[in-house]
């Protein structure tokens, strides 16, 4: 890597560009905070959303600088195979056509929302916690990624930290401002900046390496292997992808992706369509990630190698484009961070706060408390940052998180029996089993390590370098937690009729035009229920009977 140079080694050029941005966004925001009228608009925004801002929210949301950080990072170490550190959720976008009408029929402000009427207050504050436990997690694997990127595109003249701490404090402003609605807006801006992020290295990197052509006669032939015979095989791929189908629910912000648009189309298409320009982005950061190979010997820190190549190639094509590369870093950053800790301080401020510890405050009140809950969500997630050995290490431990309650959204969605209980003992012992097959550190201290003590023990195919392959783990805490919800569901207390019979019947009640805002799980006045239509009329269970709209957009995708 050449030294650095001009401003922390950043050009003059390059730093006009970035300024161009923050002057830009910094007006946007304010515009947005102007729109904050109450908790849900501050939450959620205001559900007035069309298809192209819905798609550009959920490519955003979804789509962060990190993720690009980590797949060139394992295609740097395993060879094309990386590409499924984010296509893992290929398999799982189709279902996303299906889900989405779910969200917005629930007609909430948070997921926590479901879990409480589902389940009882109790299983709200549960899934409260969990989920403010997957934003921080979030957080910080952004902030990782990014910082990694920040120090690798300025020659190191800015180290991680102080990057780490510049862009924490531009995208907490930011967020805590306007709140949904700033960031939705900025998830449009970022979602055409991520685009140019993810192309604009893999022209000049091809071209470097002599094409494709090149790239095959300059590494080894394994490392083009889409699906790996060791560590990422298809059983992998299957594994991950399943956890991730399962997990994706639960994760706060997408609730906001699938009910923030006007109607249920909205929502769908948004959705899906934002998530498969991801999927095509993710051929580029793989790509990208194969050239890093051929360029660079043995690097100490494959995380560096997307924001090395930056700095490599970009000031070669012209001036102004390090600045332009960065901008979008910053947006993809903003966007998806402040998303993140809108969701989180919602999630304690509606379902912990208001519900639990003070109710019948002003509105003002609740935004307040909300701001301050965004405070605390981000400090945390900043220390976390600085404890993740890797990007890639945060991000295997987002998908675990993620599945935990993934088992009791599903099972009240389906299973009229599933209870309060079940799902409270399906997630301990999810969570148990999880931490029980994991190495665990405090302070750089291991306190317990699974592999040390009882990998020798265990069956060829469940490991992988002498561990336990990460599939197998998803495996023992799925089946686990799965067998305990349904066991304990079917000896306590089952949810009164009267409550699940209108949580099913607001579930298969559409959208109407100009639906007014009321509570979760209600219909406006003078809206009629729709008739119960179930694919297989089977007892204790509500098997919806898919729609045409719903089955033309699943088969298409």
């Not at 109710?359 to 981000?378: C, F, P, Q, T, W």
Request: charged letters at 15%; a neutral charge; one cysteine or more.
């Amino acid at each position: 890597m050449d030294e650095p140079t001009g401003v922390l080694g950043i050009r003059i050029a390059d730093w006009a560009v970035i300024l161009i941005y923050l002057i830009g966004i910094t007006i946007i925001g304010v515009w947005a905070a102007k729109k904050v009228k109450d908790a849900a608009s501050y939450f959620i925004g205001d559900r007035k959303f069309g298809n192209w801002m819905m798609i550009f929210f959920s490519f955003g949301a979804g789509t962060h600088s990190d993720q690009a950080v980590s797949v060139a990072s394992k295609t740097y170490t395993s060879g094309a195979s990386g590409i499924w550190y984010q296509w893992i959720w290929l398999l799982a976008t189709p279902f996303y056509w299906l889900i989405a009408p779910i969200f917005r029929r629930m007609r909430a402000v948070t997921t926590a929302d479901y879990f409480q009427m589902r389940y009882g207050s109790t299983v709200g504050v549960l899934y409260a916690f969990a989920g403010m436990m997957q934003l921080v997690i979030g957080i910080a694997v952004i902030l990782k990624g990014s910082g990694a990127m920040i120090a690798a595109v300025s020659g190191n003249a800015i180290p991680q930290v102080p990057a780490i701490i510049a862009m924490t404090v531009l995208f907490v402003v930011y967020g805590m401002a306007g709140g949904m609605s700033a960031a939705i807006i900025t998830n449009f801006i970022q979602g055409l900046l991520t685009i140019v992020l993810s192309f604009m290295l893999l022209p000049a990197a091809l071209n470097l390496v002599g094409g494709m052509a090149g790239l095959r006669e300059s590494i080894n032939p394994d490392m083009l292997e889409i699906v790996a015979a060791k560590e990422i095989t298809f059983f992998y791929i299957l594994m991950v992808a399943f956890n991730g189908l399962i997990g994706w629910p639960t994760q706060p912000h997408s609730m906001a992706n699938c009910a923030a648009g006007r109607s249920e189309i909205e929502g769908r298409v948004g959705v899906t369509g934002g998530n498969f320009i991801k999927r095509i982005c993710t051929v580029a950061w793989m790509l990208t990630g194969l050239c890093a190979i051929a360029m660079y010997a043995n690097l100490d820190e494959p995380d560096k190698a997307y924001g090395m190549m930056a700095h490599d190639l970009l000031p070669g094509i012209g001036p102004g484009l390090i600045g332009l590369f960065i901008a979008s870093m910053l947006a993809s950053v903003m966007s998806s961070c402040d998303s993140f800790m809108v969701a989180s301080s919602g999630l304690f401020t509606e379902n912990i706060y208001r519900a639990v510890l003070v109710r019948n405050k002003s509105e003002d009140h609740y935004v307040l408390i909300g701001r301050i809950a965004s405070m605390l969500v981000v400090v945390l997630g900043v220390v976390l940052a600085f404890e993740f050995e890797s990007v890639l290490t945060g991000l295997e431990t987002f998908w675990k998180i993620s599945a935990m309650m993934g088992l009791a959204f599903w099972a009240g969605l389906f299973w009229r029996r599933a209870t309060a209980g079940g799902a409270w003992a399906g997630t301990i012992v999810s969570f148990l089993f999880l931490m029980f097959t994991s190495e665990l550190k405090l302070g750089g201290t291991v306190i317990w390590n699974f592999n040390a003590r009882f990998a020798e023990h265990l069956p060829a195919f469940m490991l992988f370098e002498e561990k336990l392959h990460l599939p197998w783990q998803m495996v023992i805490y799925l089946a686990a937690g799965f067998v305990t919800l349904v066991v304990v569901s079917l000896f306590t207390r089952k949810r009164d009729k009267a409550i699940l019979d209108k949580i099913f019947t607001s579930l298969r009640t559409p959208i109407g035009k100009d639906e007014p805002e009321c509570g979760p799980f209600t219909l406006p006045p003078g809206v009629e229920p729709a008739p119960r239509k179930v694919l297989i009329d089977i007892p204790g269970f509500e098997l919806p009977r898919p729609s045409l709209v719903g089955m033309a957009g699943f088969i298409g995708s």
